[in-house]
């Protein structure tokens, strides 16, 4: 019922920004409330983790090594969610996901089992 696709990932160098971007699509004939929506991210053998969620509030919550780096954001009008990232590190290679969950109120959580909505990822490399 919820179509998310990522945007934005690329090949940079450390120190650099980027800004991702996440379209939601709604199927028609579907009525959904997204109580959450966030970014999520996974690099090579490590398991996948939340980096910034946005509620329904508009609260954020951040993963401690982004806190001051990465900023999210949404456009609802264009159901449109970003993360703005500064000052990129080499350890935050990652493929990026965008999720959404319509499963009831979460706040701006960071866990990956309460989001039933996942994007395709977009790929990003940070180079030393």
């Known amino acids: 019922q919820v179509l998310l696709v990522e945007s934005g990932g690329c090949s940079l160098p450390a120190g650099g920004s980027l800004r991702l971007s996440c379209s939601a699509f709604?199927?028609?004939?579907?009525?959904?409330?997204?109580?959450?929506i966030g970014w999520f991210r996974q690099a090579p053998v490590k398991v996948r983790g939340g980096v910034a969620a946005i509620d329904s509030n508009s609260r954020t919550g951040y993963e401690d090594s982004v806190k001051g780096r990465f900023t999210i954001s949404q456009y609802n009008a264009k159901n449109t969610l970003y993360l703005q990232m500064n000052s990129l590190k080499p350890e935050d290679n990652a493929m990026y996901y965008c999720a959404a969950t319509t499963l009831g109120y979460v706040g701006p959580s960071l866990g990956s089992s309460e989001y039933n909505y996942w994007g395709q990822g977009t790929q990003v490399t940070v180079s030393s």
């Open positions: 709604v199927h028609t004939y579907s009525t959904y409330s997204t109580n959450s």
